[in-house]
Nanobody
Framework: QVQLVESGGGLVQAGGSLRLSCVAS????????MGWFRQAPGKEREFVAA????????YYATSAKDRFTISRDNAKNTVNLQMNNLKPEDTAVYYC??????????????????WGQGTQVTVSS
């Protein structure tokens, strides 16, 4: 079992930046591929960014590419999402996700084995 705890959300003006962090704890958390999803009110949860366990591969949603950067520190069991040039449409609850397949780039909710509780990101115009 893996527990995921996100932090770093908040209120920011359009064009600003936020850095989300997710700390994993529990069983063999270092061997999990990780990712970030988000869910806006009235919408389905959607993929944002993914990273393999070795950090050898990353993948981004079109909306996140060139603005967001996913990274991880396996020694600290942490995955981060640096978000720059934020837009009002980025407003959502952001969820950390993990899968037991270390080489998988998580892009769908069906591939997720563990979820965090979410952290709210609000971007004002």
């Amino acid at each position: 079992q893996v527990q995921l705890v996100e932090s770093g959300g908040g209120l920011v003006q359009a064009g600003g930046s936020l850095r989300l962090s997710c700390v994993a704890s529990g069983r063999t958390s270092r061997n999990y591929a990780m990712g970030w999803f988000r869910q806006a009110p009235g919408k389905e949860r959607e993929f944002v960014a993914a990273i393999t366990w070795s950090s050898g591969s990353t993948y981004y949603a079109t909306s996140a590419k060139d603005r967001f950067t996913i990274s991880r520190d396996n020694a600290k069991n942490t995955v981060n999402l640096q978000m720059n040039n934020l837009k009002p449409e980025d407003t959502a609850v952001y969820y950390c996700a993990a899968t037991r397949s270390p080489k998988l780039l998580i892009t769908t909710t069906q591939e997720v084995d563990y979820w965090g509780q979410g952290t709210q990101v609000t971007v004002s115009s």
